[in-house]
């Protein structure tokens, strides 16, 4: 189970902090996924973090957004600076498990404000 949080309503250029809580997962192992959902768009990879900590980001969030992890409280995080509006969106972490059944959780409101 992954549970998002941390959303919430900024202003433009402004920052948030998400994380995503797992359990029943092995976590230490497992690659992370943060995705983004907005009425106007499909849902759409924003980055990744690899077990071994690498990272790869969407290009509209490169230099602005950073995912980490604490494996020691088997969360990730997805650090979220000078954000736009058109960062507005629901946010969503998965694994390639919860990719491969669709299974999402219930996600985390960001709204910015221009």
């Known amino acids: 189970q992954l549970v998002e949080s941390g959303g919430g309503l900024v202003q433009a250029g402004g920052s948030l902090r998400l994380s995503c809580a797992a359990s029943g997962t092995i976590f230490s192992m497992s690659i992370f996924y943060w995705y983004r959902q907005s009425p106007e768009k499909m849902r759409e990879m924003v980055g990744a973090?690899?077990?071994?900590?690498?990272?790869d980001y969407e290009d509209s969030v490169k230099g602005r957004f950073s995912i980490s992890r604490d494996n020691a409280k088997n969360t990730v995080y997805l650090q979220m600076n000078n954000l736009k509006p058109e960062d507005t969106a629901v946010y969503y972490c998965?694994?390639?498990?919860?990719?491969?059944?669709?299974?999402w959780g219930q996600g985390t409101q960001v709204t910015v404000t221009s």
């Open positions: 973090i690899t077990a071994s900590g690498e990272t």
């Open positions: 998965a694994t390639p498990w919860h990719l491969n059944l669709n299974s």
